[in-house]
């Protein structure tokens, strides 16, 4: 009987088909758990907050920990159930070192090593690694999968964007850097202290703590910044591109599966769509 | 007699026949009173404007909150003229309980609290919700249902752009939070002081009152700049999209109706999409 | 001969056909002469460049003015061979009356209102007016035809963007003041001066010179930057559904023009756009 | 032999065919050092990290250069393959003189002015227009083409779009200027000065160093920066708008080169769009 239960643990703590209900109620419970221990991450880093309760926070940190640590025992047991995973030593292992496997090890981890004298901050921003884990969500959300698609489908375009970007951050940095030093040797230091503006230019964020002050500066600021919005302005159309270009592809492919007998030779009167036979 | 009229003071105030012209009236001269009203809130506030004709202030305020209570009990009393709402106390009651009834209520019943002894500041609050009830107007305007088609057809998408925006934003302010804590523990003192900064710069506004020092932070600001960049980006795609798909879909409805006689040759009578017999 | 010349100097002035050369040299002389003009209206505002050569500024201007002063005077005495203003006294009034006539009038009378003791600073202001005649060049470019058409198309929506955006700032500014004030009674002293707050944060500008700073004020500011990038994406969105669909507009109006005898029916043969004879 | 050596080496480093792994190799060998050129500059002006190893950081330059150098050498002296260049003296110049030749000198020669007793700073910031030279990459890269192509075809409401930002800085600037410079004398003071805030402003950047504190300016102040939202959405609509035209293009290219006889029915053999003669 063991290996029937190990399948079934496989399924519900991985595989999860549409109708399993178990599946669906542990990965809903699971996330849940998640979203709750993120939230008393982030509620805990409030001093006032934490002082009220400690006990309850590090009672519910130990607890989820302890949920998370046998959700991530069960899961290395069964995925020998995986054909990729199927032998029993080195499957684990290939297993424990896919992406997600390892993330899941590194937000637990931690909290064990405290006892072996390692720093609880340390311990406390590997936590935040569990928010990854809400990628498993994404096979519940359709429209999930429409954005990564329209992403996909333009990923050239878009990689390109970002090289561009990078190309104009060190040259505006760098422009910027040999026109402010003097007139501003403390916020324009150095090259990778000037690409701290063109950030917060190129991106029109804007914080305000470094700026040109010389007339040439600002000249040079004024491009880069108007330069900016265009920047912003490309993924924006290539995204929408690629939204429509999707769009148009499904309907065509409907339109294609519902309306195929009306292509007929108007003189003979033949299907068009079947090849001639041979005269 | 009376329920005739009961039916007449229900149309005027609630649903308005697109040639009932004493319904528009009554419309236009509410909606012109909440401008009215809510202009009037906004220049009280300003202390120096407020002192040259205070009585002038309080008296607009309480002749338009009598205007709107006398509209209320016309709503609430023939509010039963709707078979929804029929029941003389039930309907009523639950007819007080809809949204746009239970507004219009909180907006003009702090004002009766004064006299009980309420807090002034607590009742000019309340004010602020009139403008809620300028969503009557929507019904005049043809624009705003295709905007709201437009966003409503992608709906599935927006969401998941918000959802996409709050993960990145406890992500941010999570990460940055174990960066920039020790450099400035005044600024970035916690992880929600840390997503004030983080939204700050996702939604590229960046006042500048937080941004990071150390150069671990301003690397990971940078980044997260940049992914700003695109989450303006992917709703604007996503929005320009659903606009144009709407319009194709108004157009190939058009084609629609006004070609239908396409479907059969108006000489011979026969279904153009059907292959002709063999002669 | 007067009548002939008055023509002529109405065609130069005014109308301008396609092939009228000396039309389009004197528009593009006095288009020059504007940018001039604005170009040293902006420099002469900086101190150390007015004080190296202020008669040449002086003169410069006084001769533009004069120049300007012709131009005008030759538009109202030949206007009247516009049938619209043929009236010889009347018709020269209700021309001078026309925005632009009446714009080319006032960027000009405050230099000789200077003689009769107006303020230099008030005749200065009003000598950007003249940018507004580069409008004149809007005839050249047929580029900005299209901008024009696409943002007339969705004027609607567009209208609708700007009234959304005007109510979101009433009521982001109400909120935030009644939820700032009493932390920052300087910055949130009333309403309108929350607006200032609430335009920077919704455009994403964020100066940084005012921001809540309460928990609360945080939560509302976070919420309503949020909705900034919305307001962002939504007029991008509209404007770019609208350049589509002008350019899909266009290429079917050419394929009507150049396929017409594609329908014809298959089972009689006859062209499907010819009505059929009376049986 | 010298002729053909002489044809391989331009090959090499100039035309590059497809299939010519050479001179694949030596252009990613080549841009492969110019980025690490280009770090080696970005580091060295972090002054904490040049003087750890400053021997290193000025030998790597040095052998850069003189790659740079032989490159160059090698560049001149094959040119003449080229027929627009075959004259060994003329044809040379020429070669010289263009942009991608004189950049690449103007990148190498501070070097050598060094010892001629030029400015450290100055040969330093020269180095930067390396960077230019990573324009070469491109034709290695489809997506970028897509980019450009969708950006050439919208030139004209692009350079319009640029130019109605340049009018609109100059009269924002202008305004705000005679609004605010008697209340703030040194941030406004001249209309260039005003412009910097402009910008600023209009690109939504908003770096928060000048802004109005008058009634007057804050409230044109908002209008700009609403009109600055409108700015940043209209490229963005013209280059989505562009980027689908030109999907469309391409896939109807497709379709006509995939399915030409469709126009001829494969069974009779006469044209489709030609009407059937009479039984």
């Not at 939230?39 to 590090?58: G, I, K, M, R």
């Amino acid at each position: 009987m063991r290996p029937s239960l190990r399948r079934r643990v496989h399924e519900i703590v991985e595989v999860g088909g549409d109708n399993d209900r178990t599946s669906r109620l542990f990965d809903v419970a699971l996330i849940t758990l998640i979203f709750l221990n993120v939230t008393a991450l982030v509620l805990e880093t409030v001093h006032s907050l934490y002082v009220q309760a400690p006990v309850a926070f590090d009672v519910f940190e130990a607890s989820s920990v302890m949920v998370f640590t046998l959700e991530y025992a069960f899961r290395i047991w069964s995925c020998v159930e995986d054909p990729r995973y199927a032998h029993p030593v080195w499957g684990r292992l290939r297993f424990a070192m896919t992406p997600m496997a390892f993330v899941d090890l590194i937000a637990i981890l931690p909290f064990y090593l405290i006892f072996l004298g390692a720093d609880l901050r340390f311990a406390r921003s590997f936590r935040l690694l569990r928010l990854l884990r809400v990628a498993k969500l994404t096979r519940y959300v359709e429209a999930l999968e429409s954005i990564k698609r329209a992403l996909a489908s333009r990923s050239g375009e878009l990689v390109i964007t970002i090289a561009v970007i990078g190309l104009l951050l060190v040259g505006a940095a760098g422009m910027m850097f040999f026109v402010e030093h003097k007139a501003q040797p403390e916020a324009f230091s150095s090259i990778p202290a000037a690409m701290w503006w063109a950030v917060a230019t190129l991106t029109t964020v804007g914080y305000g703590d470094v700026y040109p002050v010389t007339a040439w500066g600002r000249l040079l600021g004024a491009v880069i910044a108007i330069l900016g919005v265009g920047l912003v302005a490309l993924p924006a159309g290539i995204i929408s591109g690629a939204f429509l270009e999707e769009l148009q592809q499904k309907r065509r492919a409907e339109r294609r599966s519902t309306s195929p007998p009306e292509a007929v030779c108007p003189h003979c009167g033949e299907r068009l769509d079947r090849a001639p036979e041979d005269p």
